[in-house]
């Protein structure tokens, strides 16, 4: 197991003094954003598309340091009813899988997207229940005609190319639980599973640890983000919260740095789950606590993740 960071915390530096900014933290991965909501303030992606010189001096620069790159991210909206912006997203997204196969990254993180809820709707539309009975024939529509179709060329493009496509579970999003993210998988193939993300389960509810177990095999890439669930606020409103980001005092929920939304024995059982389903791979930290500052909040993480973390092979069960 490795801890990492996604350098969208240090997108104003350059990338070789973000990178050794990373070092200094104890880190040894760093996930990096290619386009889409996480711009691309790391990765020159035409550029390094067309030359084999700049992709080798941009890897050297990764693993120079002891470094390795766990992700691209790209997430954005492939299956809007703005057709530019779906064409642009999905540009995005083909771009950032071929860059992967160049440098042998094995996964890119992304959106499922969402889409309208029905043919001429300029709107996406998030169904978040099963009555009146129209919005179950708007999912009907939003996975058989939209979701599906596209993932099924995309995630064909990214298994030609070697590549895995690591879907964020997020609200706002027709794939944001267990069940669609399955759902998902099952209808294109292996090839998608999840960039999986505790923060965005916490406050729906969710046990992360079941959401592991159930999931096993599908979680390609982790982050490290934690969530603050307010009793008071929830007890009034419930979770579904629409109140933007700043309103942290009337909100329901508020992204925090690990351990300061669920303590490290909460984290130390998830770390336990990656380790009984096998995931092996990167914890990488996405820092978006607004109480913090970025270096504080990264090195919090940091010293939760090490304590909770488990890093070496496991010993032989001698005493069986």
């Known amino acids: 197991m490795r801890i990492g960071v996604f350098t969208v915390l240090f997108q104003n530096l350059p990338f070789e003094e973000a990178l050794d900014r990373v070092v200094a933290a104890g880190l040894s991965a760093v996930e990096i954003g290619t386009g889409g909501y996480p711009g691309s303030h790391h990765c020159p992606v035409e550029e390094l598309l067309e030359s084999e010189t700049r992709r080798q001096e941009y890897m050297e620069a ?12 790209c ?47 300029t709107c996406p ?36 190319h070697g590549v895995k496509v690591a879907i964020e579970m997020h609200p706002g999003q027709l794939v944001y639980n267990v069940d669609t993210l399955l759902r998902l998988r099952d209808a294109v193939g292996p ?37 603050y669930v307010d009793p008071l606020n929830v007890s009034v409103n419930g979770c579904n ?31 336990s789950a990656f380790r009984l389903v096998g995931y092996d791979y990167v914890i990488s930290i996405e820092h978006e606590d607004a109480l913090m500052s970025f270096d504080e909040g990264l090195a919090k993480a940091v010293a939760t993740l090490k304590e909770a973390g488990i890093f070496e092979p496991p010993g032989e069960i001698f005493w069986a």
Request: net charge negative; with cysteine; aromatic share 14%.
């Open 191 to 227: 090839v998608i599973g999840c960039n999986f993300d505790p923060s965005h389960l916490f406050w729906n509810g969710v046990d992360p640890v079941a959401a592991i177990r159930k999931l096993g095999d599908a979680i390609f890439h982790v982050h490290g983000k934690d969530v």
């Open 75 to 121: 997430h954005y909206e492939p299956l809007s009813p703005d057709q530019e912006l779906a064409r642009e997203s999905d540009e995005i997204f083909r771009k950032t899988v071929r860059l992967a196969s160049l440098l042998e990254v094995p996964v890119v993180n992304a959106f499922a997207g969402l889409p309208a809820g029905a043919p001429g709707d």
């Open 62 to 73: 990764v693993t120079s340091r002891g470094l390795i790159i766990s992700g691209f991210s």
């Open 241 to 271: 919260d629409n109140k933007p980001y700043d309103r942290i005092p009337e909100r329901s929920w508020t992204f925090r740095t690990i351990g300061y939304g669920h303590g490290v024995k909460v984290w130390k059982d998830i770390m």
């Open 125 to 160: 539309n998030w169904v978040t229940c099963p009555w009146p009975p129209y919005f179950l024939e708007m999912l009907d529509y939003q996975w058989e005609e939209v979701a599906i179709p596209y993932w099924k060329e995309a995630g064909k493009f990214a298994e030609d």
